[in-house]
């Protein structure tokens, strides 16, 4: 009896327009793994405004922390991070900032969240069934406030997006969503999502962990201003925060 050979040795992940036997489209989910294999990035709704806390994973001691930017303003009220490859997900931002900025100039009002969503992950779809292209090898988080309405949502690889109340990609997915489906509550304050958020990064990263290399933004509901955490506050919340014992899967 002949075993069935892998789908990789048969050339179904040799283009990203074929599809294997079964249905899958084996390049997107490369894509996917190599998210999963990115620094961690944390998005969080808050009663108060929406929270982005994010990994920079500093991986040489000569490196200037503050040079490598994983958390980008994209409009007054919009705010991203990503996990995978980040100069898919440069791309991806400075095409939503276009997209924001000509929003504004043509209709005078600042660009819905979702409609910047779409943006990204139209163009995200359209890498996963056109030849000679590649999926972007990367997944972004996008926060903002809609309406006074503190808004995340999340796109994967494959185009999909979802709103979320709270959502995490990269290194330590599964661990940290498991902490955040126990202590997340939709009444949490910003401040209370940060020391939450710290809480579950330094759980996970343990002994890796760093100041350096954590990047914070909030936007509150009652100001609509994209503004970064300075390295005093965010040392001072992770002195407040629960740091919980996590087995790795």
């Known amino acids: 009896m002949v075993e069935p050979m892998p789908h990789q040795l048969m050339g179904y992940d040799r283009a990203i327009t074929m599809f294997s036997p079964d249905g899958r489209l084996l390049q997107v989910e490369y894509a996917k793994k190599t998210v999963r294999q990115g620094s961690t990035a944390i998005g969080m709704v808050c009663s108060d405004g929406v929270l982005l ?36 997900a440069r791309v991806l931002i400075e095409r939503a900032q276009l997209k924001a900025q000509q929003h504004r100039v043509t209709y005078d009002t600042p660009v819905d969240v979702i409609t910047i969503v779409k943006d990204i992950a139209n163009l995200k779809q359209i890498c996963t069934q056109s030849g000679g292209l590649r999926p972007f090898g990367v997944s972004v988080l996008v926060a903002g406030i809609d309406a006074d309405r503190p808004t995340l949502y999340e796109t994967d690889p494959t185009g999909i997006f979802f709103e979320y109340k709270a959502s995490v990609i990269g290194e330590g997915e599964v ?11 939709p009444e949490i304050k910003v401040e209370d999502g940060l020391k939450l958020c710290l809480g579950a990064l330094k759980s996970v990263l343990g002994d890796n962990f760093s100041i350096e290399r954590i990047d914070a933004a909030y936007i509150k509901k009652d100001e609509k201003k994209f503004k970064k955490f300075s390295k005093e506050t965010i040392d001072r919340n992770l002195g407040q925060a629960k740091v919980k014992k996590v087995k790795k899967k």
């Open 53 to 88: 806390v994010t990994d920079k994973r500093i991986v040489d001691n000569l490196m200037v922390p503050e040079s490598v930017e994983k958390i980008w303003q994209i409009d007054d009220h919009i705010g991203a991070t990503a996990s995978g490859i980040l100069s898919d």
């Open 175 to 185: 661990e940290i969503e498991e902490i955040l489906q126990k202590d997340y509550k």
